[in-house]
Each structure stands twice: as C-alpha cells, then as structure tokens.
C-alpha cells in the first residue's frame, strides 16, 4: 500500500482508479441534499446516508458512468432518489465513496476546515484551528497483493462435498446500514462476511457461520479487512500549541459540521 495525499492523488479515486467530476454546489443543490437527506427522517445521524444523499446530489460522473443533467428549477424527490439509486449502483468500495466525499468538500466550499482541538496531554483548548484537507493521508492499492490476503479458517466451512481451510479476505465496500444495524457488532459481522471468500469457491462467507466465530478472530480479522481498504486516513495529527505534544485528532465527516 503506498501513501499520498489528496493533494497528489487529485481527480483519481484510490481504489478504482477512476476518474470523477462534481455539479457546482449552488445554494439549490444544497437544499436537494438536504431534501434526499430528510427522505429518511431515521437515518439523519447515519453518517454513510449522508455521504451518499450528498454525492447522489453532487456527483456528475464517476469512470465511464455520468449522472442525469441536472435540470432549472426547483427538484423533485424522484428525481433525487433515481440520483440516489444509480449512486448504489456504483457500488463504490468504502475507500472511493470517502474520497469523493471530502473531494466535494473541497471543491465545494474549499480546503480548510476549521476544527476545535483539545489537547488530550495538557487540555490546552485550540479553538480555529485550521486542517487543510488536501494534505489528508491516501492509502492507494500498489500491487495486486495490496488488494488482499489469505486467512486460515478458525472453524472449516462445509459446502457440499467440499471441506474449507482458506479463505480471502479484501478491502470494504461502502454500504448504508439499515436500520436493523443499530450495533456495530451487527456492522462488523456483515463487513466481514462482504468481504471474505472461500479459496476454491467464489461463495462470501455467510453473516450466520462468522457468527459462531470467538469475537477475538473477528476483530483479527476485522483490523486485516481494515487495512485492506484503501482511502483517506480519517486520523490527522496535530501539534498542542501549548506543551507541543504530538496527538492524534479523528476528522468529524458528519455533513453538517463538514460542509459548512
Ligand atoms: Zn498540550
């Protein structure tokens, strides 16, 4: 996995390759995602809806798939969704889906972003501080063996005739959980099942067999599906203007705070 900066990386998605282009982002078009975004009153907080409501709005085109004109005047719910539809067709890797999402924040309303940080050393509060987004840390696939890696399997899976040792596992596709995934123990267990496959079979490994799996080789195999996704490192470190000390700081995606 080699490391870059959105900066470097520009127009290019860090999983797919694929080039990408965004509508401006007009006062009309933010009103469209905020109208997509409250289509579903229950999935206000979910952070990966707003992602795709956002993008489903402001995307033009990704690789050889462009998004329908956007026409004058004021939009209708249909039409957003259809946005929303073919933005699921993409089925875009987690990676991808990210980038284009801090991508149109650049674009949109620049590449500053002013943050309150909190020293967790000396408590020393830093208020405006200031992150440029473009100098955010891309992990881009290098060689084929970035793209996955083989694991033994705690408890052999049976299909058929056949007996399973092995299986792949690879980077994590971007998906807007559904309401019955209120956990993150629900969330890990279907990211995992995604994302591993049988050696010998193209089955992907059944939510309910991971299930049975001790929580210790889930998070193990959990952290591998982790560092097999490519993308911008959510994770920026910033220096406390007051003992100096070096801390990590979790950039807030949440759409309101981030496009605004
Ligand atoms: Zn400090």
């Not at 579903?40 to 907080?45: G, L, N, V």
């Not at 970035?146 to 049976?158: F, G, M, N, R, S």
């Not at 100096?244 to 496009?259: Q, R």
Request: with cysteine.
């Amino acid at each position: 996995m080699r490391q870059t900066t959105v900066k470097e990386l520009g127009n290019v998605l860090p999983d797919s390759g694929e080039s990408f282009s965004f509508e401006s982002h007009t006062g009309r078009r933010e009103k469209d995602i905020y109208k997509l975004m409250n289509s579903k009153p229950s999935f206000a907080t979910n952070l990966p809806w707003q992602v795709r409501c956002c993008l489903a709005v402001l995307l033009r085109s990704v690789g050889s798939v462009t998004f329908p004109e956007y026409g004058k005047g004021e939009s209708k719910l249909a039409d957003l969704e259809k946005r929303g539809e073919l933005f699921d067709s993409l089925f875009l890797s987690l990676g991808d889906a990210y980038y284009l999402y801090v991508c149109a924040r650049i674009e949109s309303i620049g590449n500053e972003l002013k943050v309150t940080l909190t020293c967790p050393n000396c408590k020393y509060e830093q208020n405006n501080y200031t992150i440029n987004l473009n100098d955010l840390i891309v992990k881009v696939y290098e060689t084929e063996e970035d793209t996955k890696k083989e694991i033994d399997l705690v408890l052999p899976v049976t299909l058929g005739e056949k007996k399973y040792t092995k299986a792949t596992v690879s980077g994590l596709r971007f998906t807007v959980p559904q309401e019955r995934l209120d956990s993150f123990a629900d969330a890990k267990l279907d990211s995992v099942a995604e994302t591993t496959t049988l050696v010998g079979s193209n089955t992907p490994l059944a939510v309910e067999l991971i299930s049975d799996w001790p929580t210790r080789v889930i998070n193990q195999v959990y952290t591998i599906i982790n560092e097999l996704t490519p993308g911008i490192d959510q994770m920026f470190e910033f220096t406390c203007a007051n003992c100096e000390s070096k801390n990590p700081y979790a950039v807030n995606w949440e759409y309101l705070g981030f496009f605004s």
